[in-house]
């Protein structure tokens, strides 16, 4: 029982006085929050833990739904615990204590309702409490344990989230109870131990179990460490996950963050998935050695990189290209590659004019085509080793995902947090939420989803014009300004409704875009409503930013400048007042100085 593992923590005192403090479903709040404060640090001097602001929040929106199981029902009786322990300080601590409740609240419902916050101990607890176990029998909960072989996953939950929450729980409570244990041993309150040395001798790990067990069912931590093991297994039963750590290492690479999405596959195919990241693990893990070499150590980076371009196939001696640092032009880098039917048999390097399309590069000759020949085999190799999975193929000189196993790499990296929606999920995303996620997707991939986005909404006025408004808004400011209103083109603006276009007309972003679009369709259009912003901006946007010597660049700028009111002074001072980051980035190279 916790409070036999944690003493003198005030339990007794918080409880005398109040009758409704006796209620049962208080008294077992009260042994928790009074067991967590205590764990935490909470200042005892006074005969209860004192809560600050900082430890409620922590309590309720991490420990909570970290350590406890609590019935839908009864999780306003923690919150009503740290008020009554609030009622016992002075008016200050009394009044931002309770702001602190009263703020951490809904984060705490919230949390405590996250399938994604589940662990093993809080979801068999859950599946038991349905089934009418007494969670306070541990007879009663291992003979309704046993009855619940095959028990389903929570929604959207893998066994290997439970098993990633599992183990953190494990360490943060192992922790925590050592912690407590040591600070009081170094200054010992005077309120008494939290731990006594009697208790820490039997290990950290059976006081651990021994607290899980009364924050969610009782002998239920000793059932699923012993004769129900296979209900709760732990990180060796899931080997791939070495590899969704790779993956999360190539995701950081490319963004620096797990929030930032990956763009959805257009297709992806269920099966047995961690029996195929199983498969997949092995292949990479063979690809590693000395015989793949020099491209076997690339099968993460491979695996991401077709995903993170939407699983459009890539070309092999395009890939090559990059490895071996050719010059490969950047605007071909993430065009799919032609995938030819039954192309079976020994790879080869496509012949010499589909290689320079491929590459970009017009001055090739068949020897530099016989040069790619060799790294191009070795790469091939590889992809043949991941295709021998089925979750990857090769025909001719294009390679990517199967269905089956973009489902696969998708799995690996939701499963260590990143953002990775589907096709479907996708469609319930705000407008501006796709288009912050579509400013960081290849054109390629942006122009299939959001035209999905949009069809999933009716193709309407409204879906139009939400997300034009967002081309303008998302990134505002900020040097990814320029790339998100640049989504403008990623859109089928000729099979738009005339009013979206016509809206957009005074939007001082997009105005000239949309006034240009309506005009190639033979609309009419008011130009007096587009703002000076808008027109800077598709001047600035038309602008060879990189390409081409610099003194065609710099006619290309004095031509568009010749046309403004005012001339190139007052064109630049329209650019930089509409977005600094990008005139600076366009202009200083041609020896424009800004105001």
């Known amino acids: 029982m916790a409070e036999t593992v944690l003493t003198n923590t005030g339990l007794d005192s918080l409880l005398d006085g109040a009758p409704e403090h006796r209620d049962p ?14 764990l935490r640090g909470a200042d005892r001097t006074t005969g209860v833990p004192e809560p600050t602001p900082g430890l409620v929040r922590q309590l309720l929106v991490e420990d909570l739904p970290t350590f406890v199981y609590a019935p839908p029902g009864r999780l306003a009786a923690y919150p009503a615990v740290l008020g009554a322990l609030a009622a016992r300080f002075d008016g200050g601590r009394r009044e931002r204590i309770a702001l602190a409740v009263a703020e951490s609240a809904p984060d705490f419902e919230r949390a405590m309702n996250d399938p ?3 662990t093993w101990h809080r979801w068999y607890a859950s599946l038991l409490r349905t089934c009418g176990t007494d969670l306070d029998d541990p007879e009663d909960v291992r003979r309704r344990l046993a009855a619940l072989d095959g028990a389903p996953l929570p929604d959207g939950v893998r066994r290997a989230h439970l098993m990633g929450r599992t183990a953190l729980a494990d360490v943060l409570l192992a922790e925590a109870l050592t912690r407590a244990y040591v600070r009081d041993a170094e200054k010992p309150p005077t309120a008494g131990p939290l731990l006594t040395d009697h208790a820490v001798a039997t290990g950290i790990g059976r006081l651990a179990a021994a607290l899980q067990d009364r924050w969610t069912a009782a002998g239920l931590a000793e059932q699923l460490a012993g004769p129900y093991a296979r209900f709760a297994p732990g990180p060796d039963a899931f080997p791939h996950l070495v590899l969704a750590d790779a993956l999360l290492d190539e ?7 797990p929030a930032v999405p990956v763009p959805p596959p257009p297709a992806i195919e269920d099966g047995p998935v961690e029996e195929d990241a199983d498969a997949l693990i092995t292949a990479v893990e063979e690809l590693a050695e000395e015989e793949f070499e020099p491209y076997g150590g690339e099968a993460p980076h491979l695996l991401y990189a077709l995903y993170q371009r939407g699983c459009a196939p890539e070309s092999i001696a395009r890939r090559t290209a990059e490895y071996e640092d050719w010059a490969v032009d950047p605007d071909l880098e993430d065009l799919p590659a032609p ?29 530099d085509r016989a040069r790619l020949e060799r790294p191009a085999r070795d790469l091939a190799a590889v992809v043949d080793r991941l295709a021998a999975t089925g979750l990857a193929f090769r025909s001719g000189d294009a390679f990517g995902l199967t269905p089956r196993g973009a489902g696969v790499v998708r799995y690996l990296l939701t499963v260590r947090g990143v953002t990775a929606p589907d096709a479907g999920g996708l469609t319930a995303w705000t407008a501006p939420d796709l288009i912050a996620a579509a400013s960081g997707w290849s054109a390629s991939v942006a122009v299939r989803v959001l035209a999905d986005w949009l069809r999933a909404h009716g193709d309407t006025t409204d879906a139009w014009s939400r997300l034009l408004a967002a081309l303008g808004t998302v990134h505002a400011g900020t040097s990814d300004a320029a790339a998100t209103r640049g989504l403008f083109a990623a859109l089928d603006t000729a099979g738009a409704p005339p009013e979206a276009l016509r809206g957009a007309l005074r939007d001082p972003v997009v105005g000239a875009r949309a006034h240009e679009a309506l005009r190639l369709r033979g609309e009419p259009a008011d130009p007096i409503q587009v ?14 930013a990189k390409k081409g010597p610099l003194e065609s660049r710099r006619a290309a ?3 568009a400048a010749a046309d403004w009111p005012g001339g190139s002074a007052a064109l630049v001072r329209a650019m930089a007042a509409a977005d600094r980051h990008e005139t600076e980035r366009v202009l200083r190279p041609l020896g424009i100085t800004l105001p």
């Open 116 to 118: 994604g916050n589940l």
């Open 339 to 367: 995938v030819p039917d039954g192309a079976s048999g020994p790879y080869a390097v496509p012949p010499l004019p589909e290689l320079v399309r491929l590459l970009g590069l017009v001055e090739l000759n068949e020897a």
């Open 251 to 257: 995701h950081l690479d490319y963004y620096g963050d």
């Open 25 to 38: 479903a208080f008294v077992r709040a009260a042994e928790v929050v009074l067991g967590l404060l205590a």
């Open 531 to 544: 703002r000076a912003s808008a027109r800077a901006l598709h001047v600035l946007d038309a602008l060879p």
């Open 557 to 559: 700028f004095d031509a």
